[in-house]
T-cell receptor, first 114, second 114 residues
């Protein structure tokens, strides 16, 4: 089954404690991206990756890091989480088609930073 | 900066009562406009891609249309199972530094009562 898998699905942590949210896709997609979703603000893009070793900033990259060492994985790293990073996070992937951006989304990871 | 505005924020319909959702955008040279459906607690699910003004796409009770400034998602004779948040997103022109960016609107929460 084609899917994007995120872990953990739920996490409560404390300010400053480094954490990683993993994202893996089994569709051999070149493009992957991270979003955060907050009430009233919609989905905002954090980082995206066009292919292995190619990443770029989205609209809200501050406080986050990413890496793309393998095609299937695109982890999101919060080096020193702060309460304003409490949010619902989504990973998504798609084929690298010049016209298409039909994204497949994961189920989401709800993060609370105390 | 690309702007995407969806209206209304929330819409309540009776079963069978047709209506339309709006997505207006400020991207010049739009490469693609996308509609997604999001159920509570789930990741968004792809519905349609529109590439040029005048284009229309249909799927069951949904029909998406595109002009140079906005897109409409028409819902004909909706059913309670159509209740969800509907998101639109725009992809900027190819080239430049924003090739992989995708900007979402805030969404319209649709509730269809039996």
């Amino acid at each position: 089954e084609a899917q994007v898998t995120q872990n953990p699905r739920y996490l409560i942590t404390v300010t400053g404690k480094k954490l990683t949210v993993t994202c893996s896709q089994n569709m051999n997609h070149e493009y992957m991206s991270w979003y955060r979703q907050d009430p009233g603000l919609g989905l905002r893009q954090i980082y995206y990756s066009m292919n292995v070793e190619v990443t770029d900033k989205g609209d809200v990259p501050e406080g986050y890091k990413v890496s793309r060492k393998e095609k299937r994985n695109f982890p999101l790293i919060l080096e020193s989480p702060s309460p304003n990073q409490t949010s619902l996070y989504f990973c998504a992937s798609s084929q690298q088609n010049i016209r298409a951006r039909e994204l497949f989304f994961g189920e989401g990871s709800r993060l609370t930073v105390l | 900066e690309d702007q995407v505005t969806q209206s209304p924020e929330a819409l309540r319909l009776q079963e069978g009562e047709s209506s339309s959702l709006n997505c207006s955008y400020t991207v010049s040279g739009l490469r693609g406009l996308f509609w997604y459906r999001q159920d509570p607690g789930k990741g968004p699910e792809f519905l349609f891609t529109l590439y040029s003004a005048g284009e229309e796409k249909e799927k069951e009770r949904l029909k998406a249309t595109l002009t140079k400034k906005e897109s409409f998602l028409h819902i004909t004779a909706p059913k309670p199972e159509d209740s969800a948040t509907y998101l639109c997103a725009v992809q900027p022109p190819a080239g430049g530094t924003s090739y992989g960016k995708l900007t979402f609107g805030q969404g319209t929460i649709l509730t269809v009562h039996p």
